[in-house]
């Protein structure tokens, strides 16, 4: 039986990425996309989740529209790294698949109360908007969520868009506290790991050879998005975060990490939306995150290649 999954996102070259690995995964139902402000304003994010959906061929895919802002702070976005559109690099086109009437912070919450408990899987790769905002007004839905694997997070690698804090955390930390706390078991995938998930010039190409139109657009996105990082870390290619969450999903075993505690910092103006991991276990705070660390690349952009191969 397919795990049903909502993905919460804000595309973002590495959401799309991650959208497409579940698009072309049988083992995964998608029941929903729900946009948030992150990477880039709103109505930006709402148009590009229904573009992905669009190249993949799946019009059928709810796509809903969420909260426009973090829960108590100025929205920041950034197309410093993702470009003015937040999918630049292929050429873009206005989709024509409608967003589903209603806010996406109704339908997560609808959604959960409808499938019976325990069956739902919430993968928020953007700030923490939207699923805070549902825990908050129907805390009888955490009991109902099978899990979270989020993206977001740093503590060996600290930060990407300051240096203590990664991004998406560092948007809405109050939303990522929220969610920390819920009781519901996460995954967590940091920049620990998506540091290690490497877009090398033979993975791009990888992509770009596949001979379809995602293959061809994959490869036009990342290597937009990678010139950025490339230029910040000197590294043999730009990270791939999002599809992380995906990928253990469908494969855990390309994946190690630690149960730990973590906790979201929200006051101090230096570090706000740091990811304070007890990865060593110095604390005696119990743990609530199932913290990854590490992933076997190859076999990592080996599923992603595979499955991508799938969509026209
Ligand atoms: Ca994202």
């Known amino acids: 039986m397919a795990r049903k999954i909502i993905i919460d996102t804000d595309p973002g070259q590495d959401d799309a990425v991650a959208i497409l690995l579940a698009l072309a995964s049988p083992e995964i139902e998608l029941l929903g996309l729900t946009a948030v402000a992150g990477n880039v304003p709103l109505a930006r994010t709402a148009e590009n989740a229904r573009i992905v959906c669009e190249l993949a061929g799946?019009?059928?895919?709810?796509?809903?529209?969420?909260?426009?802002?973090?829960?108590?702070?100025?929205?920041?976005?950034?197309?410093?790294?993702?470009?003015?559109?937040?999918?630049?690099?292929?050429?873009?086109?206005?989709?024509?698949?409608?967003?589903?009437?209603?806010?996406?912070v109704d339908f997560i919450i609808d959604t959960l109360r409808a499938e019976p408990a325990g069956t739902v899987t919430l993968c928020p790769i953007g700030p923490l908007t939207n699923i805070a905002t549902a825990l908050?007004?129907?805390p009888d839905i955490a009991p109902r969520i099978a899990e979270i694997v989020l993206m977001?997070?740093?503590?060996?690698?600290?930060?990407?868009?300051?240096?203590a804090a990664e991004f998406n955390i560092y948007v809405d930390p109050e939303a990522a506290d929220i969610v920390f706390h819920s009781g519901v078991p996460l995954t967590v995938m940091p920049l620990d790991v998506t540091h290690k998930a490497l877009v090398t010039r033979a993975r791009l190409d990888a992509f770009a050879?596949?001979?379809?139109?995602?293959?061809?657009?994959?490869?036009?996105?990342?290597?937009f998005f990678e010139r950025f990082?490339?230029?910040?870390?000197g590294s043999e290619g730009g990270p791939l975060h999002d599809p992380t969450t995906i990928a253990w999903l469908l494969k855990p075993?390309?994946?190690?990490?630690?149960?730990?505690?973590?906790?979201?910092?929200?006051?101090?103006?230096?570090?706000?939306?740091m990811t304070v991991a007890d990865w060593w276990g110095v604390t005696d705070r119990a743990p609530n995150a199932m913290f990854i660390g590490d992933l076997d690349a190859d076999g990592f952009f080996a599923l992603l290649t595979e499955r991508l191969a799938r969509l026209p």
């Open 58 to 104: 799946r019009t059928d895919v709810k796509v809903f529209a969420g909260c426009d802002a973090p829960m108590r702070r100025p929205l920041v976005t950034a197309e410093h790294v993702h470009g003015k559109t937040g999918l630049d690099g292929p050429e873009l086109w206005h989709p024509t698949m409608p967003l589903q009437p209603g806010h996406a």
């Open 136 to 138: 908050v007004r129907a």
């Open 152 to 163: 977001g997070g740093a503590y060996f690698e600290v930060g990407n868009i300051t240096p």
């Open 209 to 223: 050879t596949l001979g379809t139109r995602t293959g061809r657009f994959t490869a036009e996105m990342l290597d």
């Open 229 to 233: 990082d490339i230029a910040k870390y």
């Open 253 to 273: 075993e390309l994946f190690t990490g630690r149960h730990i505690n973590v906790e979201i910092e929200t006051r101090s103006d230096l570090t706000r939306g």
